[in-house]
């Protein structure tokens, strides 16, 4: 089994920041892809932003310029620095990742608890 740990969310004023983790842990062979996910109440669960295994990273729109992800491969952990902080960012933070746990073996997709980020004056 593999398990994703968040941490990081928290309460902060509009324009403000944070950073959030999420580290892997368990039978891992390898991760292809790392992302986080959020869901504010009453929506769906939305992309955030992901992060490939050669470096490659892709953002939603609504973030574009004020999040940053990042990844430590020793560490099988993604982060999330959260900048410019809006109202409308206020969701439950998922972090994901696409495990293989054995050589050539399929992937697999985990999903961590959740950290809830509030952005509110």
């Known amino acids: 089994q593999v398990q994703l740990v968040e941490s990081g969310g928290g309460l902060v004023q509009p324009g403000g920041s944070l950073r959030l983790s999420c580290a892997a842990s368990g039978r891992i062979f390898s991760i292809n892809v790392m992302g986080w996910h959020r869901q504010a109440p009453g929506k769906e669960r939305e992309l955030v932003s992901v992060i490939m295994g050669a470096g490659t990273a892709n953002y939603a729109d609504s973030v574009k310029g004020r999040f940053t992800v990042s990844r430590d491969y020793a560490k099988n952990t993604v982060y999330l620095q959260m900048n410019s902080l809006k109202p409308e960012d206020t969701a439950v933070y998922y972090c994901?990742?696409?495990?293989?746990?054995?050589?050539?073996?399929?992937?697999?997709?985990?999903w961590g608890q959740g950290t809830q980020v509030t952005v509110s004056s």
């Open positions: 994901n990742a696409v495990v293989k746990v054995v050589r050539g073996g399929r992937d697999y997709n985990y």
